[in-house]
């Protein structure tokens, strides 16, 4: 356990279906992130949250909404996804104006069916 | 633009032997450099970071890595590789607005 808890583990869901990606972490932190992680392709940041604020949208489709309520969680909420969206899903979380890295939960593996 | 550059998308190594990942940073990549290391279905976990002070860093399971200002390097060794240590490793670089991630590289260890 590394103090950032992603659920579900592993989601099948249909092109039509509505989803959602939950993180959660009480490490104190105050920024959180999503990333893309796709076979045989590098780590793809998606969204950035800062204090609760997106800071950082990497061009990623409408399809993909995410929410951040407050400092511990973040959320990322699915519908009408496409079969090529199918991959690993992380979140991290950081220390904002700290250089300790990031702490990574271990993620969602989604399939698009 | 910051970069972080992994040389070799895959490496093998027999049981035994050392280990070197490599990993290059760009001038503008602010020097905190760490190294994370994936298993199969899994988050990223820190092996070890540099930030400020010894440039040699040691981190979990055997590893270290050097930082080398003047190769703008922070590569990853380990001497004597196991068969746990088979695994997808990547570079990080940053500060405090975020950090950049090489590609990563895949280790394969031969038994």
């Known amino acids: 356990e590394t103090g950032v808890t992603q659920t579900p583990r592993h989601l099948v869901m249909g092109m039509t279906n509505k989803k959602s990606l939950k993180c959660e972490q009480h490490l104190g932190h105050n920024a959180m992130y999503w990333y893309k992680q796709s076979a045989k392709k590098p780590l793809e940041l998606m969204f950035v949250?800062?204090?609760?604020?997106?800071?950082e949208n990497n061009s990623v489709p409408s399809r993909f909404s995410p929410e951040c309520p407050n400092s511990s969680h973040l959320f990322l909420h699915l519908h009408t996804l496409q079969p090529e969206d199918s991959a690993l899903y992380l979140c991290a979380s950081s220390l904002q104006g700290q250089n300790y890295g990031y702490t990574f939960g271990s993620g969602t593996r989604l399939t698009v069916v | 633009a910051q970069s972080v550059t992994q040389l070799g998308s895959h490496v093998s190594v027999s049981e035994g032997a050392l280990v070197l990942l490599r990993c290059n940073y760009s001038?503008?990549?602010?020097?905190?450099l760490f190294w994370y290391v994936q298993y199969p279905n899994q988050g990223l976990q820190l092996l070890l970071k540099?930030?400020?002070?010894?440039?040699l860093v040691k981190g979990i399971n055997g590893f270290e890595a050097e930082f080398k200002k003047s190769e703008t390097s922070f590569h990853l060794t380990k001497p004597s590789a196991h068969m746990s240590d088979a695994a997808e490793y990547f570079c990080a670089g940053g500060g405090a607005d975020g950090l950049t991630f090489g590609k990563g590289t895949h280790l394969i260890i031969q038994p």
């Open positions: 949250y800062n204090f609760k604020e997106q800071t």
């Open positions: 540099y930030t400020t002070g010894a440039t």
């Open positions: 001038s503008s990549v602010p020097p905190y």
